[in-house]
């Protein structure tokens, strides 16, 4: 019997998915943009339920993203497997541009990346030919001129494995099935049948986003779009559905013939604001006269999803509690930019993430002490137990929610008047408000202090505990629509996490934060 389960498979910040298959095994990466560790790297069996079992950018020396805005970095990644080694090919935006890398498990360690000489624009993809080729395919502005913003044309040339670089000419295969097609992007190809298959979104990464294809017999001519285009869109059942923005489609064939597609797609609540960023969701594919058709008698994609014929899966289960008890922090964790791990440490107290104030904060384009996780519901519960004692008015540390350096909210303690201080600070377009604070007392004498936000929706509450029982609210009624992409702009979704900052001040004084919980209700 099929199992089905709940569209998204992957909920939260997971934009431009791409998979492929080793034997019975699946593997899918999505974009990372300015967070570090670049790139997740989750394995399936059963396409339904998925394990993360790593980061492929993992070092410092595969990932500069010193000065990259909230959403340059790291674009659309596309993973392959072919003979005994993986591919994954990607750009990094503002430090370097289009480059792969290489690794024989999946799991790491992966190569040094190898940056591609004469790959303009993004979006690149590498496809292996029957004969040995190997294709990469990419998105940049017409080569004759672009005639507006987004006039793009999808190009291919030979790519040399053993020197990873470009060969030989470069062809413009495609500009998109719609007249003035607006952002053709997000190229995949594929052979089947003796055909060559041009998967690509077009439309933008918003409402109008769309999945469409063009097909020909040969990778050095024109390719011609079907007919029945675009394949998959949500731009035309209105901004009311459940399920918007959907695009950027990856397909793999399992190993009994069945085709499943990956996109993107986004699910906006209290109106249309997208906290929870682009998400990966799961569409099955069938092939009719030569074409494929997206989840047949239907069209698009749905809430639920029923898996292929495969033997279940089981994946390791994302616990709600992080105690900090281990040498590492989970793969799921995130820095912002290149982390400074000498503000981080979890050996000088066992059980402990213990957290440096820097002089960085979170509203400037650099690499503050702050620690993530994505937003992955609606509606949720985030807190903390911490122990910290501010010895001065630029001292702060707490949670932050975090949609970019200048649309966020703080819950921190900091000093005023010489008196610990509980606030709810408000950054809106760059400028901060306190929305309100509250003096607390015997900070020092307690063991720790909880800092808790309740999301209901778009409503936000925040409040505090010494013994996890009472919770005083300090501000209830906060609008979390800030914490949106409709609101702040860009491609990335909500992060949660701990943060804490001298603010441009050099101090010696440093945060412990005992666990930090986050569960959906």
Same mark, same amino acid.
């Given at each position: 019997m099929r199992? !089905?389960?709940?569209?998204?498979?992957?909920?939260?910040f997971?934009?431009d998915p791409?998979?492929?298959r080793?034997?019975?095994?699946?593997?899918?990466?999505?974009?990372?943009?300015?967070y570090?560790?670049?790139v997740p790297i989750?394995?399936?069996? #059963?396409?339904?339920?998925?394990?993360?079992?790593?980061?492929?950018l993992? &070092?410092?020396e595969?990932l500069?993203?010193?000065? %990259?805005e909230?959403?340059?970095?790291i674009?659309?990644?596309?993973? &392959?497997?072919?003979?005994?080694?993986f591919?994954?090919?990607t750009?990094?935006?503002?430090?370097?541009?289009?480059?792969?890398?290489?690794?024989?498990?999946?799991?790491?360690?992966?190569s040094?990346?190898?940056?591609?000489e004469g790959?303009?624009?993004?979006?690149?993809?590498?496809?292996?030919?029957d004969?040995?080729?190997?294709?990469y395919t990419?998105? !940049?502005?017409?080569?004759?001129?672009?005639k507006y #913003?987004?006039?793009?044309?999808?190009?291919?040339?030979?790519?040399?494995l053993e020197?990873?670089?470009?060969?030989?000419?470069?062809?413009a295969i /495609?500009?998109?099935a719609?007249?003035d097609?607006?952002w053709a992007?997000?190229?995949?190809?594929?052979?089947?049948?003796?055909?060559y298959?041009?998967? *690509?979104?077009?439309?933008?990464t918003?409402?109008e986003?769309?999945?469409?294809? %063009?097909?020909?017999t040969?990778?050095?001519?024109?390719?011609q779009?079907y007919?029945?285009?675009?394949?998959?869109?949500h731009?035309?059942?209105? !901004?009311?559905?459940?399920?918007?923005?959907?695009g950027?489609?990856?397909?793999?064939?399992?190993?009994?013939?069945? /085709?499943?597609?990956?996109?993107?797609?986004?699910?906006?609540?209290?109106g249309?604001?997208r906290?929870?960023?682009?998400?990966?969701?799961?569409?099955?594919v069938?092939?009719?006269?030569?074409?494929?058709?997206?989840?047949?008698?239907?069209?698009?994609?749905?809430?639920?999803?029923?898996?292929?014929?495969?033997p279940?899966?089981t994946?390791e289960? *994302?616990?709600?509690?992080?105690?900090? #008890? =281990? =040498?590492?922090?989970?793969?799921?964790?995130?820095?912002?930019?290149?982390p400074?791990?000498?503000?981080?440490?979890?050996?000088?107290?066992?059980?402990?993430?213990?957290?440096?104030?820097?002089p960085? &904060? *979170?509203? =400037?384009?650099?690499?503050?002490?702050?620690?993530?996780i994505?937003?992955t519901?609606?509606?949720y519960i985030?807190?903390?137990?911490?122990?910290?004692?501010?010895n001065?008015?630029?001292?702060?540390?707490?949670?932050?929610?975090?949609?970019s350096?200048?649309f966020?909210?703080?819950f921190?303690?900091t000093?005023?008047d010489?008196?610990?201080?509980?606030?709810?600070?408000?950054?809106? #377009?760059?400028?901060?408000?306190?929305?309100?604070k509250?003096?607390?007392?015997d900070l020092?004498?307690?063991?720790?202090?909880?800092?808790?936000?309740?999301?209901?929706g778009?409503d936000?509450?925040?409040?505090f505990?010494?013994d996890?029982?009472?919770?005083p609210?300090?501000?209830?009624?906060?609008?979390?629509?800030?914490?949106?992409t409709?609101v702040?702009g860009?491609?990335v979704g909500?992060?949660?996490?701990?943060?804490?900052s001298?603010n441009?001040?050099?101090?010696?004084?440093?945060?412990?934060f005992?666990?930090?919980?986050? &569960?959906?209700i």
């Amino acid at each position: 019997m099929r199992e !089905k389960v709940s569209n998204p498979i992957l909920p939260g910040f997971h934009p431009d998915p791409s998979i492929c298959r080793m034997g019975d095994d699946y593997y899918l990466v999505t974009s990372t943009f300015a967070y570090f560790p670049g790139v997740p790297i989750f394995h399936s069996k #059963d396409l339904l339920h998925w394990e993360q079992i790593g980061n492929v950018l993992d &070092r410092e020396e595969q990932l500069n993203l010193m000065g %990259a805005e909230q959403s340059w970095g790291i674009f659309a990644p596309t993973i &392959r497997y072919h003979n005994g080694t993986f591919y994954m090919i990607t750009t990094n935006v503002g430090n370097g541009g289009n480059f792969v890398v290489t690794a024989e498990d999946p799991a790491g360690p992966w190569s040094n990346p190898y940056f591609i000489e004469g790959a303009e624009g993004i979006d690149p993809s590498l496809f292996f030919d029957d004969d040995g080729k190997c294709y990469y395919t990419g998105t !940049k502005s017409r080569r004759e001129g672009a005639k507006y #913003d987004g006039d793009n044309e999808i190009w291919i040339q030979e790519f040399d494995l053993e020197n990873m670089c470009l060969v030989g000419e470069s062809y413009a295969i /495609w500009h998109g099935a719609l007249q003035d097609a607006m952002w053709a992007e997000a190229p995949h190809l594929y052979k089947k049948d003796g055909r060559y298959y041009l998967l *690509i979104a077009e439309g933008g990464t918003a409402h109008e986003h769309a999945v469409t294809i %063009a097909s020909s017999t040969n990778l050095r001519e024109p390719f011609q779009g079907y007919k029945c285009n675009p394949i998959l869109t949500h731009r035309h059942l209105g !901004k009311n559905y459940p399920i918007v923005n959907v695009g950027h489609g990856d397909m793999v064939e399992t190993q009994n013939g069945e /085709w499943y597609m990956v996109v993107l797609a986004s699910r906006p609540y209290g109106g249309y604001y997208r906290n929870l960023g682009r998400e990966t969701f799961l569409v099955p594919v069938v092939w009719e006269d030569g074409w494929p058709v997206i989840n047949p008698g239907k069209g698009i994609v749905e809430d639920t999803v029923e898996g292929p014929e495969l033997p279940a899966f089981t994946a390791e289960v *994302i616990p709600e509690k992080e105690d900090f #008890d =281990d =040498d590492r922090l989970p793969y799921r964790f995130l820095y912002l930019r290149n982390p400074k791990m000498e503000n981080y440490s979890l050996y000088h107290r066992k059980g402990y993430l213990r957290m440096r104030l820097a002089p960085e &904060r *979170i509203t =400037d384009i650099v690499s503050p002490s702050f620690v993530g996780i994505r937003q992955t519901g609606m509606s949720y519960i985030l807190e903390t137990k911490m122990e910290f004692v501010p010895n001065s008015n630029s001292e702060e540390a707490g949670l932050v929610l975090l949609q970019s350096n200048r649309f966020h909210y703080r819950f921190v303690i900091t000093m005023r008047d010489g008196l610990p201080v509980l606030q709810v600070v408000k950054c809106y #377009d760059g400028k901060e408000e306190i929305l309100e604070k509250m003096v607390i007392e015997d900070l020092d004498k307690n063991d720790g202090i909880r800092l808790r936000v309740t999301a209901e929706g778009q409503d936000l509450k925040f409040a505090f505990s010494y013994d996890g029982k009472s919770y005083p609210v300090v501000k209830a009624g906060v609008d979390a629509r800030i914490l949106s992409t409709d609101v702040a702009g860009g491609f990335v979704g909500t992060t949660l996490g701990l943060y804490c900052s001298s603010n441009n001040e050099e101090v010696d004084n440093f945060v412990d934060f005992d666990w930090i919980t986050y &569960r959906n209700i």
